[in-house]
């Protein structure tokens, strides 16, 4: 691995990335996605494949707090970036208030979809605590389900918020 | 599918970057935000020998007021212009077409200037900037250079811009006061590509008469085109559904090779630019008509 300069274009590169708190570092050839990057390097393969041009929603991830489409973002443009995954949600061994409202209001069935949900929800929540059905609709509009019909996902969305206001009042 | 392997620089200097964009020419493919240019790599419709990221240049994420314009770095993430105050305040229809752009999740990455620079026909800052006369300030070998709008889009997915040259930056003429706007476009699903949509801005004289309109349509051509018949028409008129119907017809008249696929036909695209048309000037009118009460 030759030194990276700003100026020199190259076949592999070096990544350095936090994920969920744990650092790694490995080299991997520029044209690998960051899905890729996470499930075939890292082993984190709750992130999920779907559709593989950044429509259907189910391998979001938060990079730097932000919800994005990992299979459109090189692992190499994460280079240094905080990243986020399902993997990251559970605390101390339980389920993270997003994912049990998904298990209360039947928010999913396969479950193929939901990671990339629950993601997308992780973000919206951290800047709209209470956030309305429109403010629902336009954060989970780029996720696509194909079982549930997305009535129960919006119910699930509810209850996580009003579940982490009440986490949050009563600390 | 996966992209096809390519060499990748991520310079951090703008000059670096040019010197790359120098050297590999057009074997050379420019990223900023990626979210249409990786599509277009999974999919192996893209096959540059050079990724050139612009992410790691520094000063090129800003909005800021410059005089009458308001001034967006290059690679300004869209969900910072969805969140800007000063853009909402400064320029409500960027603003506002900002938020039909796909999802949040594409907004967080995808960029103003890449957005302009892959000049998709169907996208709302294309037709923004063209509804504005915005100006693109563009980096190249021989130093910089300003592009106005209306001389940037060339063709699908083509536009003035040299493969060894950079969009640095873009001015939005700010919204003058008293005047109305409407951004409007019809898809299928929230966060679809348009089927086809109107950006509207206009302005009323103090005796409630037309003094200006402008009206961009796109999804309906190779590249958004401004409605100029129908902007004459309006001209010096008192707004009013019968002139707004006019004008519209005038509008669907400018398409004049609108795509065919599979999501609509030609001729049901230039029936929505007609309807488009006439609720955008239906709305902007009231806009401006708001705006002079209050």
């Known amino acids: 691995m030759t030194a990276q300069t700003s100026r020199q274009a190259a076949r592999t590169r070096q990544v350095r990335v936090t994920v969920n708190g744990r650092q790694y570092e490995a080299t991997v050839e520029a044209r690998t996605t960051l899905v890729d990057f996470l499930r075939a390097h890292l082993g984190l393969t709750g992130t999920h494949v779907g559709c593989e041009h950044g429509v259907c929603g189910a391998c979001t991830v938060l990079v730097d707090g932000a919800a994005a489409r990992s299979c459109i973002m090189l692992a190499v443009q994460a280079d240094g970036a905080e990243l986020t995954t399902v993997e990251g949600l559970s605390r101390d061994g339980e389920l993270h208030p997003i994912q049990q409202a998904f298990i209360d209001r039947h928010g999913l069935q396969c479950g193929f979809c939901t990671p990339g949900f629950l993601m997308s929800v992780c973000e919206l929540l951290q800047h709209d605590a209470d956030p309305d059905d429109e403010a629902i609709a336009d954060a989970l509009g780029g996720n696509i389900c194909r079982c549930t019909g997305y009535q129960q996902i919006v119910e699930s969305v509810r209850l996580a918020a009003a579940k982490l206001r009440e986490e949050g009042g009563s600390s | ?294």
């Open chain 2, 1 to 294: 599918m996966k992209p096809p392997p390519f060499e990748y620089a991520a310079p951090t200097t703008l000059e670096d970057a040019l010197a790359l964009l120098r050297e590999h020419g057009g074997d050379a493919k420019v990223l900023a935000g990626g979210q249409s240019l990786v599509p277009l790599l999974n999919m192996r419709l893209a096959r540059p020998a050079v990724i050139v990221d612009l992410n790691r240049l520094p000063g090129l994420d800003y909005v800021r007021q410059v005089d009458g314009w308001l001034a967006i770095g290059a690679m300004t993430r869209q969900r910072a212009i969805e969140r800007s105050d000063l853009a909402r305040e400064r320029q409500p229809l960027l603003h506002a077409a900002t938020r039909l752009i796909a999802h949040p999740q594409i907004r967080n990455r995808g960029t103003v200037g890449g957005s302009l620079a892959h000049a998709d026909p169907a996208a709302e800052y294309p037709a923004v900037a063209l509804a504005l006369d915005a100006e693109l300030r563009v980096a190249g070998p021989a130093g910089e250079r300003a592009i106005p709008a209306r001389n940037f889009f060339q063709t699908y997915l083509t536009t003035a811009l040299d493969v060894t040259e950079i969009v640095t930056e873009v001015r939005f003429p700010t919204l003058p006061q008293g005047a109305g706007w409407s951004f409007l476009e019809l898809s299928r699903r929230h966060g679809d590509f348009a089927l086809a949509g109107a950006a509207v801005t206009l302005s009323l004289s103090s005796s409630g008469m037309l003094d200006g309109a402008r009206i961009a349509l796109f999804g309906v051509g190779a590249t958004p085109l401004r409605a100029t018949a129908a902007e004459a028409l309006l001209t010096g008129e008192t707004p009013g559904d019968a002139l707004f119907t006019h004008a519209a017809q005038a509008a669907r008249d400018a398409v004049e090779e609108p795509l065919s696929d599979v999501h609509a036909s030609a001729e049901y695209r230039r029936h929505l630019a007609g309807v488009l048309t006439r609720r955008a000037l239906t709305e902007a009118a009231a806009r401006a008509r708001g705006g002079r009460a209050a």
